[in-house]
Nanobody, 124 residues
Framework: QVQLVESGGGSVLAGGSLRLSCAASGYTYRPTTMGWFRQAPGKEREGVAT????????YTAASVRGRFTISQDNAENTLYLQMNSLEPEDTAMYFC?????????????????WGQGTQVTVSS
């Protein structure tokens, strides 16, 4: 059973940076695709960035492209999301997700495993 634990959230001022981490465990074979999603109060959850773990190929949502970067440390079984130039609109609960399906997708039903989330709050 894949287990995902996020960390690194917090409160920052607009223009600041945060790096989220997602520690993955409980598996023999690393999930093929991992991603970051977020959900703001009163809004639906949306995909932020996703990565194919064997190749490192990634895709980032247009709303955060150029500001957010997804990366991985295979040796540490950890997924990262570097968030720069944060805006108040980035305030949300951020979730890590994983699947053994291939393909860089933001379709939530494709992801079988989810973390509990870490809160990011950006104030102006």
């Amino acid at each position: 059973q894949v287990q995902l634990v996020e960390s690194g959230g917090g409160s920052v001022l607009a223009g600041g940076s945060l790096r989220l981490s997602c520690a993955a465990s409980g598996y023999t074979y690393r999930p093929t695709t991992m991603g970051w999603f977020r959900q703001a109060p009163g809004k639906e959850r949306e995909g932020v960035a996703t990565i194919n773990t064997p190749s490192g190929r990634s895709y980032t949502a247009a709303s955060v492209r150029g500001r957010f970067t997804i990366s991985q440390d295979n040796a540490e079984n950890t997924l990262y999301l570097q968030m720069n130039s944060l805006e108040p609109e980035d305030t949300a609960m951020y979730f890590c997700a994983a699947t053994y399906s291939s393909g860089l997708s933001f379709v939530e039903r494709n992801y079988n495993y989810w973390g509990q989330g870490t809160q990011v709050t950006v104030s102006s």
